[in-house]
């Protein structure tokens, strides 16, 4: 393709920049081939000229378009260059928050300097089972594939991980290795990767340390091999360590520290177990001072060492060790503080008593003398003579830190030994998977030995990088059958032969140390002379001689020559070896013991247990030499080398790249400069580069007609795609060596994709312009009509209008005529009639004045006549009343004076009363206060008086007689009182009376006054009082009101208060049933599991090596160990299975097993023993007391028994009486039954009256029946002293056979038929003997009535007592009384009435007191004799049940072990009714249970009925009353659906079956209960079939567990079924086609990854929903346990396709959302069409409908932040921003989500409070419930199929 064709304006580029490395530009017009420049436009808008290369003429790198930006994979890129994948990174790391992508094999993993959550449980679970490439890159997506391919291929595997000081590798090793230890199960007696984690503190502790780039740097590489055993769990781990960085320890460089361990000690010097280390501050010694940085910020030495020692003791290391390695660390860091002085210019001396010298001399335990001379002196051997050579001071303190090196390197390799001890396992090794964790590529300012050895080591790994990539690319174009041509890619041979082979670097070096006078120069040279003009890598510096330069793959690397050969020998003088050999330190000499055997650095020696090891066969030639010199470093470490390359090489690698982002450890900090130097010196761009030579961009025929479908005609496609894709391309490109067809996919060039899209994104946009062009021209067609359409209308109405007006106007012009015409009328008319009737009136007033005149003259005179009559009669009156009027005054007067003086008398007898009433008014209404207050003490008094009339009935006349007396007197006492009141009172209203009546003649005169004054006041009074009345009245309305709104408010809150309470209420009981129900699976597993160990541990062994087995995501980490093909398998196949698990088993678990089954049985015996103890304690004591009891009175036992007898006799009448009873309640249905006078009413009060008299009667009997005894046994021992009567023990004995009273009359009788008998020859009284017995019996008589004479004497004397008492009591109250009548009649009468009044309630309330106290008392006895009755009850039935012992079935026995439960016996009828035999029972079982197939038999039965077949054999056993029939056949029940369950307990419809039973069989146990709550719903004739003798509740309780466990089963099977449906059905598949289009991703996924076993639509998940709810159906499963199935179906549909949607970048995008949304839909539809909607599983979904709605909605406004929000309540934070995170555009149309949107997002929801966990649980259950479910089916209408094989069964 022609550069004009792509480099064309708008085209994006990259060029280099010095800041940002790569930085974008924008062609602001095409390129012409031959121009030297690109006109670019910046992205801030600057404008530049970009000149070209003018020998090369290499245009810039092309930009990728947007949507290939942040692709999971580097190679899914059109265009693979540098500035692609930095870019690619960046995006990912910044915008995305994603450390993790892909470069083909290569996981590059970004170090984010925070604490992400996507490292839990539950990402475990989700990528486990997965193939690489299906979900979103992760470390755990390569431990995945690794351990898949160990358990498929049977190979073992690697795990590189390499990268900078600080790029996260120890880390990501770390993740590795838990993600092993979590999917693998493993069993050992503590996880393996728990020790290992166990380790990282004491390896980091003495080999991290601090440097410029990293607070904690690994200072060594390790490889560390897991070990697993033939079923693929850890079994055990080693590990290997690589070129310890021993320089550290005496020197550190400015800004680093020494390792970790030192400052450790020192930190923790203060503590009294270091005080012998004799050790201080950091600050005070050589080698921990140098750095000047002896503190890390944030971290506490003194705890990371308590954490260290912590980790010691977890590896088995203990204390005594401990502390004799931190001796050995205190001794060096004294032997740093050494001071060496100059003695001359050729010796040296230490000066004597040197502190450190000595405290180094006493912790290893040397002398003083020895070692300061060796320090100072070396030995020289020659052939003949050996010479002491003093040491310059130079030498001398090399020499010893020498020594110091070597101390440490030795203590880091034993403790590494150490380690690898505790970590080894006995088992068989069967495969391995290694976890590499080695520095990456290092270059510094000054390079030395130990960077040579680092990148000499990533010369070797990138040389094994290179081919594997190379091998898998060969691999991919072979399987595709594509022609394979040679890919040009970087061979490092040359550099790594430059290095190690013959005359190279490391052989060089080694000649030179064997030279005696071998340096550091001469060796420069020789390199110069040897290498500098034949090999093109090498290179020497222009300004240097002591320096050489090596073009490494990363880069070129100056190293500096000083200190090469020292640090090659690593020599130690020997005299100072052997000074320390001799130690008395046994931990130093054990340190120094090997010596002379060590073959690599670490002085290992291959480990023991069965580990694969791989043989290397040595070089004759190198051990030859090696007897005669000791191995260098430089040729120690390539041999290790080359091992762990050996080792690598035999398994398949894996490789993690780790980046460090910046040098600062900001989080989500990106520096383009660092990551670009790690990209290259990882090896990730040689990646990219061969990728690029090749064909790197890959797509299957259906991915590529998918997308470029747009591009085809219809004529071009085809029926087959593979074709249509052919022709397409030829058209589309015309070079056919851009692509290649393989067998499955097809290979573009790079670019080729770019190029694609391209012509799709111009197509489509073509496409839309048209769309655009039709669309704007049929809405402006449109809106031309609208308007046109309105013009006319417009115009119709106008003229409409216009024709109105005209029409109006004419019609108004008529009318105004015609008004005209009648308005002229009606004036004139009017006008006229006003005249004439003016004239009318004129006339008329006129005559009439006329005629008024004439009458007034008239009128006149006749009125002058009346007056003068008149006049004069008055005259005549008025004298007659003057007269009458003077008489009558003088009569008034003579009354009035009268009537004055009577006046007076009445007001001052008024007055005095008034007077009265006003000082008492207020002693009125406390009167009536405390009359209130009497009334009601009265009223209690009553109450607590008539609760004691039952108790009072018992007192006797004399009793009654004395409180008769005693009321009578205190009612003589009130009269006494109140005729007191009333004399004092009148009394006193005497002595005022007198009073008054002398000083009434003084007020007579202003008595007048006074009235008026008082009348006034009165009324003033009675208007303030109306007025106050009516505020008042007023206040109480506003108050009712109040009180109402409040009443209200307070009915409102409560009823919310309720509300939220219930809420809370179910919240609360569903989460205690959830957390009963995982308890409950919880302990089911382990009983199951410990069930299997048991019998695992009884077989043999000898098995063959089975497969491995591993399931989907779900089960990899949790395979059932458990669950087993068949039940009746053969013995040989059983055994090797078996076998086959206890091989698996950790031996360690199995010792603790039985250990604790030991401790168990110890437990057990002990527990048994003790119950033996107080049994026999029990039974002498219970002999000690029958013997004294038989002392006492020999008549107990007899009594005892007749009491016993009696009781039986009482409960069968009562069970009797009780089942009359029911049928009555049962029989009379009307609604009256219960009522009184009801005919059950009537029965039950007969039945208490009939009890409570044959109660009395039987006592009456037994008190009869005792003397008769007591008479009896004296009569017997009377015969014995006089010899002539027989041994009484045979009366005794027959008395205690008796059963009842009536048995007992008959002994009775027929005792005096025998004394009648044997009376005549001893006793010759008479005939018979007749005499004598009466005789005797009268005695007896006598002497009995004398007895009960004295009882009842004492008792008549103790009433007589108290009674007494009593009447004492009263008279003392009566004496008081008395006393206080008389002290109240000196009072005033306010006080004397208050007086009264607290006296009567005083003694009241200690009446009250007294009778509460009596109250107490019976309470309390009532109580007391309760415990007893239990006391009793419980002896009896523990006596009942060690009676019971001893008859336990075989079956039970067998069976699993069921806890006994009480189950007390009723009694009821029988019907219906199924019987067996009891031998019968393993067969009912067997074929009712185990043998039964849901599939074949069962699929024709009447749903539940093998439930009611075994409810009707529980019936009959019930009806026996036969209770172990009862248990065996419950316990046998239930253990066989527990084997069922087990054998298939992943067959969905057997467990569906066995759900469906258990709950009818449940049901049918409340059902035929008797209970009246489960009783209500059935028939008269289901009550009769009702369970008579046993109540099985603690039954319900197992069965109901025991449904509990199948339901969960059941839940799990569903899953299993599920789970490999829903990602694709409801994520992959396109169920709307050609909405979304297939995104080029071009991921290539590993060839060896497990190919996908089949595509699942939609469509399967709802045929197998539709399959489950019909089977559910089928088998007659409850509707309620349907609907909590289906929402539990739905809630794992929802949960799994949101993990799934959270974990794959590729699924967030706008279309994938809206088939999100289509497939809920339709999930919807289904629910509706099986009438489930109201089940809540649609409420499950809520997260995934949010999830999709959030990736189609807007996404940029605060608005939309806004409505995010609100929309997305069912999501945590973390998902809705991880969803925004990975949201991808499909198309170049859509926008990706800014940070700053994201960023608002979070502000916005920073607030809700909610779990960070980032996954949804899919392994969460909701809590289930069986409601209850009665069956409306009779059981004497059911049949038995002869197909059931049951004929043993018998019909009753």
């Known amino acids: 393709m022609a550069a004009s064709e792509l480099y064309t304006k708008s085209a994006r580029v990259w060029i280099p920049d010095a800041e940002e490395v790569w930085k974008s530009a924008e062609l602001t017009k095409d390129y012409k081939n031959g121009e030297a420049s690109l006109q670019l436009m910046l992205e801030d808008g600057k404008i ?49 928050k994603l450390i993790y992508t892909y470069c083909g094999i290569v996981l590059v993993a970004i170090n984010p300097y925070e604490n992400l959550p996507i490292y839990g449980t539950d990402i475990i679970n989700a990528y486990s089972g997965q193939n690489m490439g299906d979900m979103d890159p992760h470390i755990f997506a390569v431990a995945e594939e690794a351990y898949k391919q160990m358990a498929r291929d049977e190979r073992n595997q690697s795990i590189i991980v390499s990268g900078e000081s600080g790029a996260g590798k120890t880390v990501s090793a770390k993740y590795a290795m838990r993600y092993f230890a979590t999917v693998s199960g493993s069993a050992s007696e503590a996880n393996v990767e728990e020790k290992v984690l166990a380790s990282n503190p004491i390896m980091e502790a003495i080999g991290n340390a601090k440097t410029t780039r990293n607070d904690n740097s690994s200072r060594f590489g390790k490889y560390i091999e897991i070990g697993f055993d033939n079923r693929y769990r850890i079994i ?242 072979m399987k595709e059958q594509i022609p394979w041509t040679l890919i040009d890619f970087y061979d490092n041979q040359p550099c790594i032969n430059l290095i190690e082979a013959k005359m190279g670097i490391l052989d060089l070096l080694d000649e030179e140390c064997k030279m005696p006078k071998g340096s550091d120069d001469s060796w420069a040279q020789k390199l110069y002379n040897t290498h500098l003009k034949t090999c093109s890598l090498f290179e020497k510096p222009r300004m240097s001689n002591r320096a050489f330069i090596i073009q490494h793959f990363a880069d070129k690397v100056e190293y500096q020559c000083d200190g090469f050969l020292e640090k090659n020998k690593d020599t130690v003088n020997a005299e100072q070896i052997n000074v320390l050999k001799a130690s008395k330190f046994d931990l130093l000499v054990e340190l120094f013991r090997d010596e ?125 795609k593979k074709m249509t894709c052919r022709n397409v391309l030829e058209k589309l490109v015309q070079d056919k060596d851009k692509y290649q067809f393989g067998k499955t996919k097809i290979f573009f060039r790079a670019g080729q994709v770019a190029y694609l899209e391209k012509l799709r994104a111009d197509k489509l946009r073509a496409a839309c312009i048209r769309i655009q062009k039709t669309i704007r021209c049929w809405l402006a067609r449109k809106k031309y009509l609208r308007k046109r359409s309105a013009a006319i209308t417009i115009q119709r109405f106008t003229r409409g209008y216009q024709a109105r007006c005209l029409a109006k106007f ?340 199995t010792l603790k097993l039985q250990k604790r089954v030991t401790e168990l049985e110890q437990e057990k015996q002990s527990l048994r023993n003790e119950l033996e103890n107080k049994e026999d304690q029990f039974q002498r004591a219970r002999a000690r007391d029958d013997a004294e009891f038989k002392k006492a009175r020999g008549a107990e036992l007899e009594y005892e028994s007749l009491k016993r007898q009696e009781l039986e006799s009482e409960n069968k009448k009562l069970k009797h009486d009780l089942a009359e009873m029911r049928k009555s309640l049962l029989g009379d249905a009307a609604t009256g039954a219960g009522a009184p006078g009801s005919p059950a009413y009537k029965v039950l009060l007969d039945q208490l009256n009939a009890s409570c008299e044959e109660l009395e009667v039987r006592k009456e009997e037994v008190l009869i029946l005792r003397s008769q005894l007591v008479s009896q046994k004296e009569a017997m021992h009377h015969k014995d002293e006089k010899e002539t009567m027989t041994e009484p023990s045979v009366f005794t004995e027959d008395v205690s056979k008796l059963k009842d009273a009536g048995e007992i009359k008959q002994a009775y009788i027929s005792l005096k038929d025998t004394n009648k008998s044997a009376a005549p020859d001893l006793h010759k009284l008479n005939e018979d003997g007749e005499l004598w017995l009466v005789n005797q019996g009268l005695k007896e008589t006598i002497r009995l009535l004398e007895h009960q004479l004295q009882s009842q004497r004492r008792t008549y004397d103790n009433e007589v007592e108290s009674l007494r008492g009593e009447l004492q009591n009263v008279k003392e109250e009566n004496n008081r009384q008395q006393q206080l009548l008389a002290q109240n009649l000196q009072l005033p009468p306010e006080a004397r009435i208050e007086a009264s009044l607290q006296h009567e309630i005083t003694r009241l309330t200690n009446e009250n007191l007294d009778l509460m106290e009596q109250l107490e008392k019976q309470d309390r006895t009532i109580r007391k004799l309760k415990k007893q009755l239990k006391v009793y009850s419980k002896r009896i039935g523990e006596m009942g049940a060690v009676q019971m012992e001893g008859q336990t079935s075989p079956g039970q026995m067998v069976d699993e072990p069921i806890h006994p439960v009480n189950i007390p016996r009723r009694e009821k009828d029988f019907q219906g009714m199924l019987e067996y035999k009891k031998e019968d029972e393993m067969k009912l079982v067997k074929n009712l249970i185990l043998e039964l197939k849901p599939r074949g038999v069962a699929v024709n039965l009447i749903p539940g009925l093998p439930a009611y077949i075994l409810f009707m054999c529980l019936r009959h056993a019930d009806y026996l009353n036969d209770d172990q029939k009862v248990r065996t056949l419950l316990t046998s029940t239930i253990n066989s659906i527990k084997k069922i369950l087990k054998k298939r307990g992943d067959d969905f419809e057997t467990v569906s079956f066995w759900l469906s039973n258990t709950c ?155 088939q999100i949304r289509y497939n809920v839909s339709q999930l919807e539809e289904w629910l509706r069409d099986k009438g489930l909607m109201n089940c809540g599983a649609k409420e499950t979904l809520e997260p995934l409908i949010q999830a999709a709605q959030l990736l189609q909605v807007k996404k940029k406004t605060d608005e939309d932040a806004d409505a995010i929000c609100s929309m997305c309540h069912a999501l945590t934070t973390s998902q809705i921003v991880k969803i925004l995170n990975l949201y991808t555009p499909v198309n170049e149309f859509e926008e990706r989500v800014s940070v700053a949107f994201i960023r608002t997002i979070q502000t916005r929801l920073r607030d809700r409070c909610e779990s960070p966990q980032l996954l949804m649980d899919t392994k969460m259950i909701y809590p289930v419930t069986f409601p209850f479910n009665p069956s409306s089916l009779a059981l004497e209408t059911i049949q038995i199929p002869t197909s059931l094989n049951l004929g043993f069964l018998t019909r009753v």
């Open 236 to 477: 055990g781990a080693n590990m290997r360590t690589y070129l310890l960085e021993k320089s550290r320890v005496v020197f550190q460089a400015d800004e680093e520290r020494n390792y970790h361990v030192f400052y450790q000690l020192c930190a923790s010097a203060h503590l009294p177990e270091f005080k012998n280390l004799r050790l201080s501050s950091a600050n005070d010694f050589l080698y921990t001072r140098q750095g000047r940085s002896p503190v890390i910020e944030g971290v506490d030495d003194t705890k990371e060492l308590c954490t260290t020692r912590h980790a010691f003791t977890l590896l088995g290391i203990n204390e005594s060790y401990q502390m004799g390695l931190f001796q050995v660390l205190a001794a060096i860091l004294h032997l740093g503080n050494v001071e060496i002085k100059d003695r001359d210019a050729d010796s040296s001396l230490i000066a004597p008593n040197n502190r450190h010298l000595t405290a180094f001399c006493e912790l290893v335990g040397v002398t003083y003398q020895d070692m300061s001379q060796w320090l100072c002196h070396r030995k020289l051997k020659t052939a003949n003579e050996t010479y002491v050579k003093p040491l310059p001071r130079l030498q001398a303190t090399n020499a010893r830190d020498a020594l110091s090196k070597h101390i440490y390197a030795k203590l880091f390799n034993w403790i590494v030994e150490h380690v690898n001890k505790a970590l080894v396992t006995n088992v068989k090794q069967h495969s391995f998977i290694g976890v590499l964790d080695i520095y990456g590529f290092e270059t510094f300012e000054i390079n030395s030995f130990e960077q040579f050895c680092i990148n000499y080591a990533n010369e070797k790994l990138q040389q094994q990088f290179n081919m594997h990539v190379f091998k898998l690319e060969q691999e991919e174009y």
């Open 810 to 1149: 004419m019609r108004r012009t008529q009318a105004a005529t015609i008004i005209q015409k009648y308005q002229r009328m009606c004036v004139e008319r009017k006008r006229y009639r006003q005249k004439q009737a003016a004239a009318l009136a004129m006339q008329t007033i006129l005559r009439a004045y006329m005629a008024r005149q004439k009458y007034q003259a008239l009128l006149r005179e006749h009125k002058a006549v009346i007056i003068q009559k008149f006049i004069r009669g008055w005259l005549a009156r008025c004298w007659y009343k003057r007269c009458l009027e003077a008489i009558v005054y003088l009569q008034c007067c003579i009354r009035r004076m009268r009537a004055k003086r009577e006046l007076k008398k009445l007001k001052i007898e008024a007055r005095s009363v008034e007077h009265f009433k006003k000082l008492n008014k207020g002693m009125e209404n406390k009167i009536m206060q405390l009359q209130r207050k009497i009334d009601e003490q009265h009223k209690d008094n009553r109450l607590i008086n008539e609760k004691l009339v039952s108790l009072e009935s018992s007192y006797s006349t004399e009793s009654e007689r004395m409180r008769s007396e005693l009321n009578r007197l205190r009612g003589a006492e009130e009269d006494a009182r109140n005729k007191t009141n009333q004399v004092s009172s009148l009394l006193e209203e005497l002595e005022r009376l007198k009073k008054e009546l002398s000083t009434t003649q003084q007020e007579k005169k202003t008595i007048e006054d006074w009235a008026q004054t008082y009348r006034v006041e009165m009324e003033k009074m009675v208007s303030e009082l109306k007025d106050q009345n009516g505020t008042l009245k007023k206040e109480k309305d506003d108050l009712n009101r109040m009180i109402q709104e409040q009443s209200q408010q307070m009915t409102e809150k409560m009823a919310r208060a309720i509300v939220l309470e219930t809420q809370q209420l179910e919240t609360d009981l569903n989460e205690e049933r959830s957390r009963y129900q995982n308890l409950l699976t919880e302990h089911l597993r382990l009983e199951e599991k410990y069930d299997d160990l048991k019998e695992e541990m009884a077989l043999s062994s000898n098995v063959s090596k089975p497969g491995h087995r591993r399931t989907d995501s779900t089960h990899s980490s949790n395979e059932s160990e458990y669950t087993y093909n068949s039940e009746y398998t053969d013995l040989e196949e059983g055994s090797r299975a078996r076998e086959d698990v206890t091989r698996g088993m950790d031996t360690s678990l």
């Open 1560 to 1714: 009818r069989f449940l049901h049918c146990l409340k059902q035929y209960s008797g209970d009246e709550a489960f009783a209500k719903h059935n028939s008269s004739r289901q009550n009769e079939h009702c369970l008579t003798n046993f109540d099985l509740a603690e039954y319900r309780q197992v069965i109901s567990d025991l449904a509990i466990q199948i339901y969960q089963q059941l839940v799990k099977c569903m899953e299993n079924i599920l789970q490999p449906m829903i990602v694709s059905g409801m994520l992959e598949h396109e169920t709307i086609q050609g909405v979304s289009g297939v995104k080029p991703t071009g991921l290539r996924k590993r060839t060896s990854s497990i190919a996908d076993e089949g595509t699942y639509t939609l469509e399967s998940i709802l045929r197998q929903l539709s399959a489950f709810h019909s089977t559910m159906c089928q088998h007659g499963t409850d509707p309620e346990l349907i609907k909590q199935v289906v929402k539990q179906e739905f809630y794992i549909i929802g949960a799994v396709t949101l993990n799934n949607l959270l974990l794959r970048k590729d699924m967030c995008s706008w279309s994938k959302g809206m």
């Open 48 to 96: 530049i000229e970009h000149k070209l290369d003018p020998k090369t003429k290499n245009l810039p790198y092309l930009r990728n378009p947007d949507i290939l930006v942040g692709e999971n994979d580097l190679t899914a890129l059109s265009y693979l260059h540098e500035p692609a994948v930095l870019h690619n990174l960046k995006v990912r790391f910044i915008d995305s």
């Open 596 to 720: 002379e055997k060590a073959t690599s650095p670490t002085g290992q020696t291959p480990g023991t247990g069965g580990r694969t090891r791989l043989s290397i066969k040595p070089d004759k030639g190198r051990d030859t030499s090696s007897k005669e010199h000791k191995k260098t470093v430089g040729c120690q470490f390539r041999n290790s080398l080359q091992m762990l390359m050996e080792t690598l090489n035999a398994t398949t690698p894996h490789y993690v790249r780790c980046i460090k982002p910046n040098d600062f450890k900001l989080a989500f900090s990106f520096d383009p400069k660092r990551a670009v130097q790690q990209l290259r010196a990882c090896g990730v761009l040689e990646t990219i580069r061969i990728s690029a030579a090749g064909f790197p961009s890959r797509w299957t025929y259906q991915e590529f007609f998918s997308r470029y479908r747009v591009l085809m005609k219809q004529k071009d496609v085809l029926a087959d």
